[in-house]
């Protein structure tokens, strides 16, 4: 194994244990609906390990796939907390999530 190879690993992994302890902090701080911290926890070390092993252990791998397998765990734990945070409304097709229940100056729902 090179010097790069063992740098790069081990920069990568570190870089994987920082961003699960961000989303463990952050899971338990939210209280996500489906799951428990430290699953997703878990899923951003499996994805994020994998691609580095891909990465380290294959030197044909390409590239856009070893991203891809990176970003999958933090990926899937915003969608689930995004979900976790505003999901039980019903969804309305006419308003944005970020908008208020009442239109500020009143005419959206005159003009139609």
Not at 72 to 89: Q, V
């Amino acid at each position: 194994m090179s010097v790069t190879t063992a740098l790069v690993a081990g920069g990568g992994g570190v870089a994987v244990a920082l961003i699960a302890a961000a989303v463990y902090r952050d899971a338990a701080r939210v209280g996500v609906d489906l799951g428990s911290p430290g699953s997703w926890a878990a899923l951003v070390v499996l994805t994020g390990g994998a691609s580095v092993v891909t990465f380290v252990l294959v030197p044909d791998a390409p590239l856009p796939g070893v991203l891809v397998l990176t970003a999958l765990g933090p990926l899937l734990y915003l969608l689930e907390r995004d979900d976790s945070m505003n999901g039980d409304d019903a969804a309305d097709p006419t308003h944005l999530p970020s908008q208020s229940g009442d239109a500020a100056d009143g005419s959206d729902d005159s003009d139609r």
